[in-house]
């Protein structure tokens, strides 16, 4: 387009209407096909980030049975008189693997709070009771998001519980056991052993069921990460999250 005025005629640059909704369009397009991609790309850095978290917390908890004559911590007091008591639910899941007391007891290796919170957790996952537990009442307290199945119940009357045993015994114990839900089905050793996850609750579970605005989801996409009593983190895929 051209402009008269004193000075004479010269060209003035500009877009059209036109050219400009192209332009809008275009930049449209790439965000919707990048999206996806970025989202993604957020996500694995976040699991990688959960299994640092993991990582630290399996290595704290090796430390302590060192320091501690060789056997895994026993403080059923604790999972019993942190805020909310045990299992303050009636759904699922029928014990209580939320991991405040083991925050309590491994502060002395883990000075970091936000170890124990996988940074992809949030929203109602989060904040649920089965998932969400504080270390005392304080409103700055610590909070954890993990799960230690084998720490889920203040008595020792199922041989899958580990309070207080060597780790050698509580692989004995669980092979004999016959615990299903277990991978591999037959522990061979520390190494096969999960003992600290992600919380999730798998769609397909029996009676009780999780909460119905949680059924089938987990913090990570598809799965979950693990680390098992050998200290090593493990992804693991769950077709019953999604």
Same mark, same amino acid.
């Given at each position: %387009?051209? &402009?008269?005025?004193?000075?004479?005629?010269?060209?003035?640059?500009?877009?059209?209407?036109?050219? *400009?909704?192209?332009?809008?369009?275009?930049?449209?397009?790439?965000?919707?096909?990048?999206?996806?991609?970025?989202?993604?790309?957020?996500?694995?850095?976040?699991?990688?980030? +959960? @299994?640092?978290? *993991?990582?630290?917390?399996?290595?704290?908890?090796?430390?302590?049975? @060192?320091?501690?004559?060789? !056997? *895994?911590?026993? &403080?059923?007091? *604790?999972? !019993?008189?942190?805020?909310?008591?045990?299992?303050?639910?009636?759904?699922?899941?029928?014990?209580?693997?939320?991991?405040?007391?083991?925050?309590?007891?491994?502060?002395?290796?883990?000075?970091?709070?936000?170890?124990?919170? +996988?940074?992809?957790?949030?929203?109602?996952?989060?904040?649920?009771?089965?998932?969400?537990?504080? !270390?005392?009442?304080?409103?700055?307290?610590?909070?954890?998001?993990?799960? %230690?199945? &084998?720490?889920? &119940?203040?008595?020792?009357?199922?041989? @899958? /519980?580990?309070?207080?045993?060597? /780790? /050698?015994?509580?692989?004995?114990?669980?092979?004999?056991?016959?615990?299903?839900?277990?991978?591999?089905?037959?522990? @061979?050793?520390?190494?096969?052993?999960? %003992?600290?996850?992600?919380?999730?609750?798998?769609?397909?579970?029996?009676?009780?069921?999780?909460?119905?605005?949680?059924?089938?989801?987990?913090?990570? %996409?598809?799965?979950?990460?693990?680390?098992?009593?050998?200290?090593?983190?493990?992804?693991?895929?769950?077709?019953?999250?999604?």
């Amino acid at each position: %387009m051209y &402009r008269s005025d004193k000075h004479g005629s010269h060209p003035e640059a500009g877009f059209t209407l036109i050219e *400009l909704l192209v332009v809008v369009a275009i930049i449209a397009l790439l965000a919707a096909l990048l999206f996806p991609v970025f989202a993604k790309a957020r996500e694995k850095a976040r699991q990688s980030v +959960c @299994q640092s978290n *993991l990582r630290q917390i399996g290595i704290a908890l090796s430390m302590y049975v @060192q320091d501690y004559d060789g !056997t *895994l911590p026993d &403080r059923r007091d *604790l999972k !019993t008189s942190l805020p909310g008591g045990w299992r303050p639910w009636a759904t699922f899941p029928s014990s209580d693997p939320r991991s405040a007391w083991a925050a309590i007891i491994l502060d002395p290796y883990i000075k970091n709070g936000a170890v124990w919170s +996988c940074p992809s957790i949030e929203g109602a996952f989060g904040s649920a009771v089965q998932v969400s537990q504080a !270390t005392n009442a304080a409103a700055d307290s610590v909070t954890t998001r993990y799960w %230690m199945w &084998r720490f889920d &119940r203040p008595d020792l009357s199922q041989l @899958q /519980e580990f309070w207080g045993k060597t /780790e /050698e015994r509580a692989v004995v114990d669980l092979r004999a056991s016959g615990d299903k839900t277990i991978d591999p089905k037959v522990p @061979q050793g520390t190494a096969d052993v999960e %003992m600290v996850v992600d919380p999730y609750f798998p769609a397909g579970v029996p009676p009780p069921l999780p909460p119905a605005n949680l059924i089938g989801k987990a913090v990570h %996409m598809g799965g979950r990460n693990r680390v098992f009593l050998d200290g090593h983190v493990k992804w693991k895929r769950d077709i019953r999250t999604n």
